[in-house]
Nanobody
Framework: QVQLVESGGGLVQPGGSLRLSCAAS????????MGWYRQAPGKERELVAT???????NYADSVKGRFTISRDNAKNTVYLQMNSLKPEDTAVYYC???????????WGQGTQVTVSS
């Protein structure tokens, strides 16, 4: 059974930091492209960052220089370090695992991030 469990969300003031974690189980973690997506109220889900097994990263322009994605293959966990948070970063953040070659794609349940004073 595949599970992606996010944690680390919460309420933070503008300019603050949060680190999200996503613990994966039931998948060959090191082979998957791991990613973070977010969905704000009334908006479509959008890519935040992805990280391949080889270490290649991709970031949305809106988070470049502020967010960092990383992974620990030994712990089957992917992280998203979020610094200099802005109110427009408020959203539900979702973890994603994608292995396109075998058409496997999984989502976590999401964690709320609210940036407000």
């Amino acid at each position: 059974q595949v599970q992606l469990v996010e944690s680390g969300g919460g309420l933070v003031q503008p300019g603050g930091s949060l680190r999200l974690s996503c613990a994966a189980s039931g998948i060959f973690f090191s082979m998957y492209v791991m990613g973070w997506y977010r969905q704000a109220p009334g908006k479509e889900r959008e890519l935040v960052a992805t990280l391949t097994w080889g270490g290649t990263t991709n970031y949305a322009d809106s988070v470049k220089g502020r967010f960092t994605i990383s992974r620990d293959n030994a712990k089957n966990t992917v992280y998203l370090q979020m610094n200099s948070l802005k109110p427009e970063d408020t959203a539900v953040y979702y973890c994603n695992a994608d292995w396109r070659q075998i058409q496997r794609n999984y989502w976590g349940q999401g964690t709320q991030v609210t940036v407000s004073s």
